[in-house]
């Protein structure tokens, strides 16, 4: 079982660049999270969504954009990355709003220089 | 604001000997409280969870406590083992909220052989 899977593992961007953070989950899970982990900080929320084709904003949204066009993925866009997006990225998913325990990927290592 | 907090960034024990791991929480509405434990370049996953109708649950060498109102919770590892070597995020929740988890800071616990 492979459960969640995020690519690309490690990136560096120059100010300015855009990109897309991939995570598929196998799972067949509704919900779908991404998250970002900065020093000092935990695991805060960027966006997630309850299902395909819904998104909603969490904790830290300005700069990102995300979207959900199957159920299984769940993109996580930067359109102008800053340097200030330096962090690691997770995504995680649940089955449903009862069931509280989340599953991580592994995580994305992001540089913006 | 941060309305979960772990207040010791870091952690040593002696292996063999118990590790006592604290978390506070602000938000009266959590009820439902989680750890998870992190390597590195790992995603989190999930150790152990507690329900606010409880004050203690117990799954082998790891046990919850719940104080509500202190608005607190510890993570108690007996005995602890090197391999316990990781960071301990606490996690609180409302029962059945999309919006999901909020984490604490982590602590970083370090097992001395």
């Known amino acids: 079982n492979a459960g969640v899977t995020q690519t690309p593992k490690f990136r560096v961007l120059k100010t300015g660049q855009s990109m897309t953070l991939l995570c598929a989950q196998d799972m067949n899970h509704e919900y779908m999270y991404w998250y970002r982990q900065d020093p000092g900080m935990g695991l805060r929320l960027i966006h997630y969504?309850?299902?395909?084709?819904?998104?909603a904003k969490g904790e830290v949204p300005d700069g990102y954009n995300v979207s959900r066009l199957k159920k299984q993925n769940f993109l996580l866009g930067l359109e102008s990355a800053a340097p200030s997006q330096t962090s690691v990225y997770f995504c995680?998913?649940?089955?449903?709003?009862?069931?509280?325990?989340?599953?991580f990927g592994s995580g994305t290592q992001l540089s913006v220089l | 604001d941060q309305q979960v907090k772990q207040n010791s960034p870091s952690l040593s024990v002696q292996e063999g000997r118990i590790s006592i791991l604290n978390c506070d929480y602000t938000?009266?509405?959590?009820?439902?409280f989680l750890w998870y434990k992190k390597y590195p370049a790992e995603g989190p996953t999930f150790l152990i969870s507690?329900?606010?109708?409880?004050d203690k649950n117990e799954d082998g060498r790891f046990t919850v406590f719940l104080n509500k109102s202190a608005k607190h919770l510890s993570l108690h590892i007996v005995p602890s083992q090197p391999g316990d070597s990781a960071v301990y995020f606490c996690a609180a929740t409302r029962s059945g909220s999309a919006r999901q988890l909020t984490f604490g800071s982590g602590t970083q616990l370090t097992v001395l052989p």
């Open positions: 995680a998913s649940k089955l449903t709003a009862g069931g509280e325990k989340l599953f």
């Open positions: 969504s309850v299902g395909e084709g819904t998104t």
């Open positions: 507690i329900s606010s109708i409880k």
């Open positions: 938000n009266s509405m959590f009820d439902y």
